[in-house]
């Protein structure tokens, strides 16, 4: 069977990831690009062409999106790169025909590679609205390559591209033809005759070569300079470059040849492009006069983002009810079929509530992860940084800082990898640093167990808010700091796209959804399993014997079944201060103490390194365990509630919110920045914030309720 | 006169770019040439931010973009 491999390449937003998805029966697999991590899909599938009356086995690798072949951004150097370097048969060009005079400007460097080529029409049904109508077969003539009308949304087109590939595939070689102004023309003609005369042998047809030659392209520059005909075609090519220049205001080889494939993509669209009806405003202009108005634009968004929080804590309340109410069964059944003893205790006590305690946020997360895939795909995100950059600006931060900011609020490892669509390094350095101080989903549990627990259920919405806000613009602040005072420099140009508004493919938004879902729950399955048992094996041993017997001795003398209760408590509090636990949390406790934490508190924290997550579960086990005898005081709320002041309270949230990400957010931080010489800097940096933002707020707290 | 000098609605012709090739790159990546029409669409508040119509394209620019931008008003 033969194999095709196929680079699928556009610009963004022109339904690359749709057309991938509407290949029916292919096997999808999503990994990365070798040496960076740009998210790399392929598709394989097996095609019977009727032609040929073989099979073929179809490999496709969907190219990041590129508006054209430079370094500008992460993606089109990826791109540029696999184009250049990597071994592949045939190039598919998606393009979008709602905006094609812009996507044929990268077809045309396409065109460029002399690799064998198919141009894709993709989103001829939204086109049709808009009253456009594309002439492709007038298109393929121009061109030179077979052009296929396709919809990826409503799965059109893909036989025929399937069948257009092998097509392509058994031509010996590309048809593509880029033509150029007339001076050029007149230029490659005189070369290629040069070389038809010499007989030379070149890999790559005669044109080709000499539109090389003329664009300086240093690879063959170096390629052909060891050969004797170098000598007579440097004449040649210097008078074909003087005659070039005349006809240019610049001598800048680049800039002549961007005005050559934009001329050409110009001249092309204007041939085969016909507008029907020229509707006075589409809708995406009627929706920007809204979102992007300037009085209206930031207030909406405040409110867009207020309903999502306040959305994911109601909504998200009515699921979480019954995962605790099922755990809780659980962990009964549990006790009851492996008994009281130390294989029950693991069992209920360490393994089930510890994944319960992570389960239950499962919902908020949900509901998070969706609002924030909408704003994404529906090209809202993009405004977003259109409204926001004159203000992030004025914090050393870039309008696209704001993406993996607010995916920060999702979660911080996919965060940190979104911060690579900032080119500048500088800019770049500055996001990740504050990117912590977004409050990741993890956090949540924790703010949510705390707003509960002191402020109510009415009012935790409205903390919850609050304490984002208030994460965020420390991050600011910091980052004017850091902009201030470590990272100075040059910074990124602002040039970006606005995309189409479109209704968001829920196909696409599940994917997103259900991956984060997924991902979340796998690190609760293995390193957050791990942890909890961790966190109980260490509260639960050393056991002091000592302490046993002193405690059975009093709480058989005890009078009334009340004291009986508090001394049953006494004494796991007792024997929980001695444990491992107990003991770490009592050494860091002088570190803790100015902010009004006990060593529970510290315990908590420190366990909260390996995940965010773990600190509800350890205050779980810490707590619960001291009023499991106490059937009156139900739960951790109130747990909390009885040992823990209010200034105390808020100093952790605070610290909480400043202090480092999790192991895995950290270790994806350190490959992003560059070195663990950063992951060094970030320690020091979030805990000393963490700290002195943490003693203020206990401090003022102090004050403001008079404690 | 500049891009960044145009009000919103205002149309105008590009002349001349006086950017670096890194953003000269980047402008014709997006059609940004000399003989094109813009159509100012937007402008941020304090007018750190331009949004402007080329094409079919919509582009936002931030004010230091749009100054490298020399227009003629159609």
């Known amino acids: ?707 | 006169m500049v891009l960044s000098e145009l009000h919103k609605g205002d149309k105008a012709e590009i002349v001349k770019l006086k950017a670096n090739k890194t953003l000269r790159d980047r402008f014709a990546s997006f059609g940004i040439l000399p003989g094109e029409q813009v159509v100012i669409r937007e402008c941020s508040l304090a007018k750190q931010t331009i949004e402007v119509e080329i094409g079919t394209t919509i582009i936002a620019l931030r004010k230091e973009e749009a100054d490298k931008i020399e227009v003629e008003t159609t």
């Not at chain 1, 600011?476 to 850091?482: G, T």
């Not at chain 1, 201060?577 to 009592?586: F, V």
Request: net charge negative; charged share 20%; glycine share 8%.
């Open chain 1, 1 to 707: 069977m033969k194999k095709i491999k196929v680079a699928l390449a556009g610009q963004p937003n022109v339904g690359k990831s749709s057309l991938v998805n509407a290949i029916s029966d292919a096997r999808l697999k999503v990994g990365n690009f070798s040496g960076v991590t740009v998210d790399k899909t392929e598709v394989e599938f097996v095609y019977h062409d009727p032609r040929q009356d073989a099979d073929y086995e179809i490999h496709i690798i969907d190219l990041p999106g590129a508006y054209s072949l430079t370094d500008y951004t992460i993606e089109e150097k990826v791109t540029k790169q696999f184009l250049r370097n990597d071994d592949y048969d045939i190039i598919v060009n998606v393009v979008d025909a709602t905006n094609l005079q812009r996507n044929l400007l990268l077809t045309t460097q396409l065109m460029e590679t002399g690799r064998k080529m198919i141009v894709v029409l993709n989103m001829m049904d939204e086109a049709q609205k808009e009253g456009i109508e594309i002439d492709a077969e007038q298109l393929a003539r121009i061109l030179g390559v077979p052009v296929i009308k396709a919809s990826a949304a409503q799965g059109e087109g893909i036989d025929a591209l399937k069948s257009a590939m092998v097509e392509v595939y058994e031509k010996p070689q590309t048809t593509a033809k880029v033509i150029y102004s007339d001076v050029i023309e007149e230029e490659i003609a005189r070369i290629v005759a040069f070389l038809e005369e010499k007989h030379y042998r070149s890999p790559i047809p005669y044109r080709q070569l000499a539109v090389r030659l003329l664009q300086e392209d240093t690879d063959w520059y170096k390629q052909m300079h060891d050969e004797p005909i170098w000598i007579e075609i440097l004449p040649i090519l210097r008078e074909g470059l003087q005659h070039i220049y005349l006809h240019s205001e610049t001598k800048d080889l680049d800039a002549i040849f961007a005005d050559e494939h934009f001329a050409f993509a110009k001249g092309a669209k204007m041939e085969v492009m016909a507008l029907h009806s020229m509707r006075a405003k589409n809708p995406t202009q009627k929706i920007d006069k809204l979102l992007i108005n300037k009085f209206l634009g930031i207030p909406l968004f405040l409110f867009f983002m207020w309903a999502l929080f306040q959305l994911t804590f109601t909504l998200g309340a009515v699921p979480m009810d019954w995962i605790d109410a099922g755990f809780g069964w659980l962990g009964e059944q549990a006790h009851a079929l492996l008994g009281d003893g130390i294989l029950g205790q693991v069992v209920a006590d360490g393994i089930i509530a510890g994944v319960g305690a992570v389960v239950m946020f499962l919902p908020n997360i949900l509901i998070l992860f969706l609002g924030i895939a909408l704003l994404e795909t529906t090209g809202y995100m993009a405004r977003v940084a259109f409204l926001l950059d004159g203000f992030f600006h004025k914090f050393g931060l870039h309008g696209k800082s704001f993406i993996p900011l607010v995916t920060g609020f999702g979660c911080t490892v996919p965060a940190y990898m979104a911060a690579r669509t900032l080119k500048n390094e500088r800019e770049r350095l500055i996001t990740l640093f504050i990117l912590g101080f977004m409050s990741c989903g993890a956090r949540l549990p924790i703010y949510v167990l705390f707003a509960g627990a002191f402020f109510g259920q009415g009012q935790a919405g409205n903390i919850l808010f609050l304490i984002y806000i208030s994460g965020a613009l420390l991050g600011l602040v910091m980052a004017k700091m850091l902009k201030t005072f470590v990272f100075k420099g040059e910074e990124e140009p602002f040039v970006m796209e606005m995309p189409k508004y479109r209704w968001p493919s829920w196909r696409l938004i599940w994917h997103t959804v259900y991956g984060q879902a997924l991902s979340y729950l796998k690190k609760a399955g293995t390193f957050i399993l791990a942890a909890s048992i961790l966190v109980w094996f260490a509260s639960n041993y050393p056991r002091s014997e000592a302490i046993a017997s002193t405690y059975a001795a009093r709480i058989e003398h005890a009078a009334t079944p009340e004291q009986k209760q508090h001394l049953q408590n006494e004494e796991i509090s007792a024997q929980l201060e001695q444990s491992y636990l107990g003991r770490i949390g009592k050494a860091t406790e002088p570190f803790f103490a100015p902010l009004g934490f006990d060593w529970r508190m510290s315990v908590a924290l420190e366990a909260g390194l390996a995940a965010k997550e773990v600190v509800v579960s350890t205050l779980g086990v810490l707590y619960a365990q001291g009023d499991s005898a106490d059937e009156q005081n139900g739960g951790l709320i109130a747990a909390l509630r009885n040992n823990i002041s209010l200034p105390a309270a808020i100093a952790f949230i605070v610290f909480v919110m400043i202090y480092l990400p999790c192991f895995a957010a950290s270790a994806v931080f350190t490959r992003e920045a560059g070195g663990w010489k950063y992951l060094v800097y970030l320690f020091f940096f979030t805990t000393g914030t963490a700290w002195v933002m943490a003693l203020l707020a206990y401090h003022i707290t102090r004050v403001i309720v008079g404690v």
